[in-house]
């Protein structure tokens, strides 16, 4: 699975990531799927209402909201996007949570110490990195 992202949509996940540190920020990831590549079109960040470094809850009503916009608009739910302060590897809450989502891709940021990206997906109970192509 390769997820295409634009230049703009990374530097604007790592500028959130920045103003939020140390808290983690979050959001939904909206677009189009073709065959086993997904095209953002919209990164929509949310509140964390947990307001943690090492977690993140987004308000159902909340992600129920943009989530029919975004459906109305003909935008696919591809993912979500949350930062962590340092490592972009999931997190053993971070793997359980997506297996609750499955084939929803995870897009984990930090900018410190230096700017970084990765994505991920839980198929079948087992983890796969997704390949960021940054466009």
Not at 16 to 37: H, M, Q, W
Not at 93 to 105: G, Q, R, T
Not at 111 to 134: D, F, K, M, Q, S
Request: contains cysteine.
């Amino acid at each position: 699975m390769i997820i295409k992202m634009s230049r703009s949509q990374v530097d604007a996940l790592l500028e959130e990531a920045r103003r939020g540190y140390p808290i983690e920020v979050c959001g939904a990831l909206f677009g189009l799927i073709s065959g086993d590549e997904a095209y953002i079109e919209e990164v929509v960040p949310l509140k964390n209402v947990l307001k943690s470094e090492v977690m993140f809850q987004i308000s159902p009503e909340e992600f129920l909201r943009v989530l029919l916009e975004h459906e109305r608009k003909g935008l696919r739910h591809i993912g979500f996007f949350h930062s962590h302060t340092g490592c972009i590897n999931p997190s053993s809450i971070d793997l359980k949570y997506m297996s609750l989502w499955p084939e929803s891709i995870w897009v984990i940021v930090s900018h410190h110490p230096e700017p970084r990206v990765a994505a991920y997906r839980a198929i079948n109970g087992r983890l796969e990195e997704v390949n960021v192509h940054i466009e």
